[in-house]
């Protein structure tokens, strides 16, 4: 399929062959979830922790005599139905990750950026590159039109122009490696340089 390429000052800079393998595809929401999820379980930290009975700071020391109260027997106020007693079953430290096969996390990439393509929010441009005056480019998004959007580059990304980037609000910039699903979805336009299109080939083929 072919599209156009335009420069960031919105000049048309002739077309761009994308392959029908990558960004042709008929969407599928199963996948797209499988990987999301995969993609955000692995990145949650899993730090949340509570103390248990054996942990909390409490004396052993039997708490009444074990009969003659009329009371239910205890041992020791660390009990789970005490106040400030340990806490039974709660979260422990631990990885959320799962397996996700390497094909399957493929084939997600190649759907999300079919995705793209299929609802008109795909446009490639020539290049990436700026003088590193966040003003100037700011201004050239909004003649764009472009709110929350992610621009995919090449092997590396034009320092100058990530740092004219850093500080515009909703726009994002990634090398080619760092492209993925989740990031790919959640924004309205996804902006790849030519670079970053031969780099998404040759990576999905």
Excluded: C
């Excluded at 199963?30 to 379980?41: A, F, G, K, S, Y």
């Excluded at 020391?61 to 806490?87: D, E, L, M």
């Excluded at 490696?177 to 031969?198: H, S």
Aim: hydrophobic share 40%; proline share 2%.
């Amino acid at each position: 399929m072919k599209l156009d390429v335009i420069k960031l000052d919105g000049s048309k800079a002739g077309s761009v062959d994308l392959g029908e393998d990558i960004f042709d595809l008929e969407p599928r929401a199963d996948i797209l979830h499988r990987v999301v999820r995969w993609q955000r379980n692995k990145a949650q930290a899993g730090t949340h922790k509570v103390k248990t009975r054996s942990e909390v700071s409490y004396s052993t020391k039997k708490i009444y005599r074990q009969k003659g109260t009329g009371g239910a027997r205890h041992g020791a106020r660390s009990a789970p139905i005490f106040r400030g007693g340990g806490i039974y079953k709660g979260p422990v430290v631990r990885s959320h990750g799962h397996d996700l096969p390497k094909k399957v996390r493929m084939l997600g990439l190649k759907l999300a950026l079919s995705a793209k393509a299929k609802a008109g929010e795909l446009i490639v441009i020539e290049s990436a590159a700026s003088d590193g005056k966040t003003g100037a480019l700011a201004k050239q998004v909004k003649e764009l039109g472009w709110k929350r959007a992610l621009i995919i580059d090449g092997a590396e990304v034009n320092e100058d122009f990530a740092k004219a980037a850093r500080n515009i609000e909703g726009l994002d910039i990634l090398p080619t490696m760092g492209a993925n699903v989740y990031d790919i979805l959640k924004r309205d336009t996804l902006v790849l340089t030519k670079a970053g299109v031969e780099a998404l080939e040759a990576r999905l083929k």
